[in-house]
């Protein structure tokens, strides 16, 4: 089995498995309970919208205003001043998140009704009861039952001055609020209170917003009233919220429409004017609830005591009126920031550890301005959330697989950490919610560890398989001597002179492009027996091949002319082989450049620890692989330094320069290598002749008799690639001569 193989099923395993852990409950769980808690912790506290002011019936307030330290028994009075305050101050909408169901007294039910009547802008909370009813069967015996949720609304002197009613339920702790409704299913669909308010919030749009609805569904817009006047009358303004949404369930279509028609109307909309519109679409297209994307602990949201909002002026200081609730909305509870005082709590991300919870009129207030913003929190949807931990899985796979233990140990780190600051970016810039708990805490441990016991066992077998496989050629007495000890095959190396030869197939990714692997295979097994049929009968040893290049050697203790003319004539007769070839396979032409270089290298295992290969090193081997490399922009094809064309009588060579190879500290003097001598003729000769005063005229800075030169090679020879490389560099020196250095060597910048 291959490693890419093993990468892949590594990787989809782990990636199963995060899927698999992703929407089993435990797993949706983790993500909520820590996931998201650590997303809000590290993201810290947000500035809410300017548009909300809670007022807060608090401890303080009942010493100032001479109540009871229990807000239920507050008289409803002090809430009709507090209304006509808020009205007086111009607050835009009044949502009072307090329970009026019990009667109490007459005449401060009145007063209470009649500020509410006089502001036009109030909305009163609504209470959510369960009830179990019992059904019956057919003979009158009772089996199942039926919890259904029964609205208590507040006593109907109230409730038919109201603007509106609206409830807003919320689990109460231990269990952690996280979410809101807009409408709540077991009830009806009922509008809740932050939905309510935001619609009232947005009533002086409201004419712009029928207009656009208009528009777009002219059928829709004849049930509903043509502008706010009725809605203001009737004091129904929660049944148009629940109106709205009927209309855009039964035409999916149309939210995309208005926010359509919105954009095109962005010169006659202002910018808040438009944003309030485009929440208030997404609101009705919206799911029955969101995820609440909190502002920060208790009091980010800004927060009034009852008995300031009740005065005339503001006292305090300061040039601004601290107060202002002009064009805001208002929210009125119980928010009390002392933990001893605290009665309405609810247990959030930003509960504190005195024991501080988020009041439950800090949570609507929350609600409406994730709905005002149109910016709840936002988990990626489950197609988006399988597709990431699936995708995670496959990446870590295949890095455990492929990097060695501590690599891929960093790399999972790395990545982890990148990740997280990724989602934490979404997340505090779009509130984008990306899962954490399941690609960083479960599936980037069992990445790691499961790939180091794979690892582990599978090494284990392959070293027991090859013992086997040695043990059907050598005797067990070497076999055990091998596996206890291998320092001896590992360490004979030879110091040696030699001569390499390096090639390299021109066209080699094209063809493997256009054919199959298979006919790769044998097209590449046919070139290779042409290409060493030379090697092995000039006395060179192959030592390597990759892809489509090879080096081989010729070998001796001493310097030894011998063998450079061996392996010269061995690439002349390589060239013509691969000649015939291509002329036989002319849909796979394989043009082979080769490099040759004489010096110094070690011959023998080259490796570390469970890996070695034979093969020669040092810069000899370097130095004919650039030379191969160099046949590209000499628009050669054998390339041989000094060093192997010394005594070399048999060939015909012309010397082509002085270079500097990439990489190299030394220059080489370097040779192209045309043909034997007895198989070359006039034509050839001649080409040698005028390159070499051409080369000898540049050398010299002589730039127009070597330009003459090298043209008139190239009236020879018109494809001559080192004339047209020399004429290039000589025109450009003749416009731009160098100075006193400069020795005629040229510097190659690429392989």
């Not at 947005?202 to 609805?213: G, V």
């Amino acid at each position: 089995m291959s490693s890419h193989v093993r990468a892949w099923i590594a990787g989809l395993l782990i990636g199963v498995l995060g899927a698999v852990f992703s929407v089993i409950p435990s797993g949706t769980g983790l993500e909520q309970d820590i996931g998201l808690d650590l997303l809000f912790t590290t993201r810290g506290v947000r500035p809410p919208p300017p548009d909300i002011v809670i007022v807060t019936m608090d401890k303080i307030s009942a010493e100032n205003l001479g109540v009871p330290a229990d807000p239920d028994k507050w008289p409803r009075s002090l809430h009709a001043d507090l209304t006509s305050s808020l009205k007086d101050r111009k607050a835009a909408v009044i949502a009072f998140d307090i329970m009026f169901d019990d009667v109490r007294s007459e005449k401060d039910n009145l007063l209470f009704a009649e500020a509410i009547r006089d502001a036009g802008n109030v909305i009163l909370c609504e209470c959510l009861r369960k009830e179990t009813v019992a059904l019956s069967d057919e003979k009158g015996s009772h089996g199942r039952s039926l919890n259904i949720e029964k609205v208590v609304s507040p006593i109907p002197v109230l409730a038919e001055a109201a603007l509106a009613l609206a409830p807003f339920p919320l689990p109460k702790v231990p269990v952690k609020v996280s979410q809101f409704w807009t409408f709540k299913t077991a009830a009806g669909d009922k509008p809740t209170l932050p939905v309510v308010a935001l619609q009232t919030f947005s009533l002086d749009q409201y004419d712009e917003f029928f207009r656009m609805l208009e528009r777009n569904s002219a059928y829709a817009a004849e049930t509903l009233p043509s502008n706010k006047g009725p809605l203001l009358s009737s004091q129904n303004v929660d049944v148009l919220v629940r109106d709205l949404r009927d209309i855009f369930r039964k035409e999916p279509w149309l939210a995309g429409k208005m926010r359509k028609d919105l954009d095109g109307k962005t010169a006659s909309v202002d910018d808040k004017k438009g944003r309030t519109l485009r929440s208030l679409i997404k609101m009705y297209e919206g799911p029955n609830s969101h995820y609440l994307n909190f502002y920060g602990p208790p009091g980010t949201i800004p927060t009034i005591s009852y008995y300031k909002a009740l005065s005339e002026k503001n006292e305090s200081s300061g040039s601004r009126n601290e107060w202002d609730v002009a064009g805001k909305a208002v929210f009125v509870g119980l928010s009390e920031h002392l933990r001893p005082e605290q009665k309405d709590g609810f247990h959030t991300v930003f509960s504190q550890s005195s024991g501080m919870d988020i009041s439950g009129v800090e949570v609507a207030a929350t609600a409406f301005g994730n709905l005002l913003e149109d910016k709840p929190v936002r988990p990626v949807g489950p197609v988006s959330h399988i597709a990431v931990v699936l995708c995670w899985g496959l990446l870590l796979g295949f890095l455990c697989i492929f990097l060695p233990a501590l690599a891929a140990a960093g790399s999972v780190l790395g990545l982890g950490i990148l990740y997280f600051f990724f989602s934490q970016h979404q997340f505090s810039h779009s509130a984008v919610w990306h899962p954490l708990v399941v690609p960083l805490f479960i599936q980037a441990p069992v990445a790691f560890f499961g790939t180091v016991l794979w690892k582990y066992f599978r090494t284990a077998k392959e070293r027991e398989n090859i013992r086997r496989a040695f043990g059907l050629y050598l005797p067990d007495q070497l076999v055990d001597q091998l596996s206890d000890d291998l320092s001896g095959i590992t360490t004979n190396s030879r110091e040696l002179y030699g001569t390499c030869l390096y090639t390299d197939a021109g066209q080699y990714t094209a063809v493997s492009e256009r054919v199959s692997a298979r006919k790769l295979d044998h097209i590449m097994a046919e070139y290779y027996e042409t290409l060493f049929e030379p090697v092995r009968h000039h006395g060179g040893t192959i030592i390597n091949i990759v892809g489509d290049s090879m080096l081989a050697v010729w070998t001796t203790e001493n310097p030894d002319a011998l063998l450079q003319r061996q392996a010269s004539l061995a690439a002349l007769q390589s060239a013509k082989a691969i000649d015939h070839f291509n002329r036989t396979h002319p849909r796979y032409e394989l043009p082979t450049r080769f490099g040759l270089h004489s010096g110094q290298i070690v011959l023998g295992p080259v490796g570390a620890a469970d890996h070695y290969e034979f093969r020669p090193t040092g810069d000899t081997v370097n130095t004919a692989a650039r030379m191969e490399g160099l046949n590209k922009y000499l628009g050669t094809r054998i390339l041989a330094t000094g060093n192997v064309v010394v005594q070399l009588e048999e060939v015909l060579a012309r010397e082509l320069g002085t270079f500097f190879l990439v990489g190299k500290a030394k220059p080489v003097v370097v040779y192209e290598l045309l043909c034997r001598v007895d198989e070359s003729d006039e034509r050839q000769f001649r080409l040698c002749e005028v390159f070499a005063r051409g080369l000898a005229a540049y050398q010299n800075r002589s730039w127009e008799v070597a330009i003459e030169r090298f043209q008139e090679s190239l009236k020879i020879h018109r494809e001559d690639g080192p004339s047209s490389f020399y004429l290039n560099i000589c025109l450009n020196l003749s416009a731009n001569p160098p100075d006193d250095s400069w020795d005629g060597s040229i510097h190659m910048e690429k392989k």
